[in-house]
């Protein structure tokens, strides 16, 4: 009789995407556009995205950058928050630049018809546009193809939102 061993990280990609994939079919509980997941295994919405992040960090000092509640926006139902008031004043200005792909999703996720949270440090920056994703290996499965992987996700995304 052989067994297959299953990491305790496949186990947790295993039951997130059970997890997403039942949110995402409840009628009820539609995915919203912006990414509210909180971290863990079975992630609980917040309000807040990338988990209280600074999204233009991501692009000026090329690191995650944990935001504070004094420098906040509200953005497509999320509120966004930000290291300084410079970074607010420019994501304000320009939103759409420094938002994360796909709602900020994990990116490798949605190439593969789920949406589900992720971790903040584990990111890309490629052709000046954001990518999370879940955790560090499923980030190594996204650098092995992100330009197929950005096909898929980009034809998948607002389907995935709708379901």
């Given amino acids: 009789?052989?067994?297959?061993?299953?990491?305790?990280?496949?186990?947790?990609?295993?039951?997130?995407?059970?997890?997403?994939?039942?949110?995402?079919?409840?009628p009820a509980l539609a995915a919203p556009p912006i990414n509210t997941l909180g971290g863990g295994v079975i992630s609980r919405r917040s309000d807040t995205a990338i988990l209280g992040y600074d999204t233009v960090a991501y692009f000026t000092v090329g690191k995650p950058v944990k935001g504070q509640d004094r420098f906040a926006t509200e953005w497509k139902g999320?509120?966004?928050?930000?290291?300084?008031?410079?970074?607010?004043?420019?994501f304000k200005s320009d939103p759409e630049k420094y938002a994360p792909q796909y709602g900020g999703y994990c990116a490798y996720g949605v190439a593969q018809d789920n949406l589900v949270s992720i971790e903040p440090d584990k990111f890309s920056v490629r052709e000046?546009?954001?990518?999370?994703?879940?955790n560090a290996e499923v980030q190594a499965l996204w650098l092995k193809d992100p330009a197929g992987f950005i096909r898929q996700a980009d034809a998948k995304f607002t389907a995935l939102l709708k379901k």
């Fill in 78 to 90: 999320a509120k966004w928050k930000f290291a300084s008031q410079s970074n607010l004043d420019l």
């Fill in 128 to 134: 000046g546009k954001l990518y999370l994703n879940y």
């Fill in 1 to 26: 009789m052989s067994h297959s061993v299953v990491s305790r990280t496949q186990r947790r990609w295993l039951l997130a995407l059970a997890a997403a994939g039942l949110l995402a079919s409840a």
